[in-house]
């Protein structure tokens, strides 16, 4: 994944694998942690999403631990490639 838009779509595909809840639910899911117009704008995928918010966001939608630090390096990547100056220092995060 190179962009934020690519992970903004892949985000959206893993709220249809979670089966889809409504922003509410998603909501209540998060014991409030998220609000529904914070899901809404991470959705949008304007910017990348807050890492806290993020990982919620996932687990809310139903990724398991095990499968968690995929996702987070992926975030972790894109970060890097946001400062230019970082990316020479950390794995993975030179853009292919």
């Known amino acids: 994944m190179s962009s934020t ?3 903004v779509l ?3 595909a893993v ?3 979670g089966g889809a ?3 509410r639910e998603l909501e209540r899911r998060t014991g409030g942690a998220l609000k529904r117009s ?3 704008d991470m959705l949008r995928g304007e910017s990348l999403p807050d890492y806290d918010r993020y990982v919620t966001y996932l687990r809310a939608c139903g990724i398991d631990e095990a499968s968690l630090a995929t996702w987070v390096f992926i975030w972790r990547r894109l970060k890097a490639l946001e400062t ?3 990316a020479p220092w950390l794995p ?3 853009a292919s």
């Open 5 to 7: 838009q690519e992970l």
């Open 92 to 94: 993975g995060a030179t």
């Open 15 to 17: 709220h249809v694998w």
């Open 10 to 12: 892949v985000m959206r």
């Open 21 to 23: 809840p409504s922003l």
């Open 84 to 86: 230019p100056e970082a």
């Open 38 to 40: 914070t899901i809404s």
